[in-house]
């Protein structure tokens, strides 16, 4: 399952997490409940449940909300919610610290770590440039980032999702042509820090780095491409975060 900004619930999620950043919890929380009530699937179910968690306001609903969210997501059991784990256990295990079960809140301080960065997406894999290249040429880090200038990439960056890779070339640097490469990792990789966990849980965006070159094996000609209001939107909202990026 893909992860789609345009879906119902990923979009009350964000209407939530609005109110959230405007010191508005009860009206986040109705927002989440409403989430969870018009979800469809388990992937949705599991989406608004997390959020309906943080906001709960003791430790035993806490974690009813905590443990319905783990179920949901090994449910699901797609590569979009694998890098949720570490945190789900992880809160799992503070509300059984604040309810005094230290026993449970071990074991699952232990499961939150041994799930900690682990990797199980196989591809393929996308990026997206405008620089033109061909097949057999390698990706390297190194180069300016398209989001700040001034930085150096310690990393190269790609995604399992072609249309994100497809995004990514249109706010690339350049006036070159949008180029979606199917690439291969020749090292280890990781879970891309930069989004990972921070405003979705896990890394539904199935995005990654490694410092290790990317292998180019083929190119993608068709995504579903942005409008030009669209890719002006994003610019903005790329101008506007004034965020540090985790190089």
Avoid at 42 to 65: G, H, I, M, P, S
Avoid at 73 to 100: H, M, Q, R, T
Wanted: charged share 20%.
């Amino acid at each position: 399952m893909d992860f789609d900004p345009h879906n119902h619930v990923v979009k009350l999620c964000l209407q939530g997490m609005a109110f959230e950043g405007q010191g508005k919890p009860a009206e986040a929380v109705r927002v989440f409940l409403q989430a969870w009530d018009e979800a469809t699937n388990d992937f949705e179910r599991y989406l608004a449940a997390f959020y309906v968690t943080r906001l709960q306001a003791n430790a035993t609903d806490k974690l009813q909300w905590a443990e319905t969210t783990l179920q949901l997501a090994l449910k699901v059991n797609s590569l979009a919610v694998n890098g949720v784990f570490p945190a789900l256990y992880y809160n799992i295990a503070k509300c059984y610290e604040d309810l005094g079960d230290l026993e449970n809140a071990q074991k699952n301080y232990e499961l939150a770590q041994s799930s900690k960065n682990t990797v199980s997406d196989t591809g393929p894999f996308y990026h997206g440039t405008r620089a033109d290249l061909k097949v057999g040429d390698l990706l390297t880090a190194g180069f300016g980032s398209n989001y700040q200038h001034e930085l150096v990439m310690n990393h190269i960056y790609f995604t399992a999702l072609v249309n994100g890779a497809g995004l990514a070339a249109a706010l690339a640097k350049g006036d070159g042509a949008e180029r979606v490469y199917i690439v291969e990792p020749t090292g280890s990789f990781e879970n891309d820090p930069n989004v990972t966990d921070k405003k979705f849980p896990g890394n539904p965006t199935r995005s990654y780095r490694t410092q290790a070159p990317l292998k180019i094996v083929g190119e993608i000609t068709e995504w579903v491409k942005q409008t030009p209001e669209q890719i002006r939107q994003w610019r903005e909202k790329l101008a506007a975060n004034k965020g540090e990026i985790i190089n």
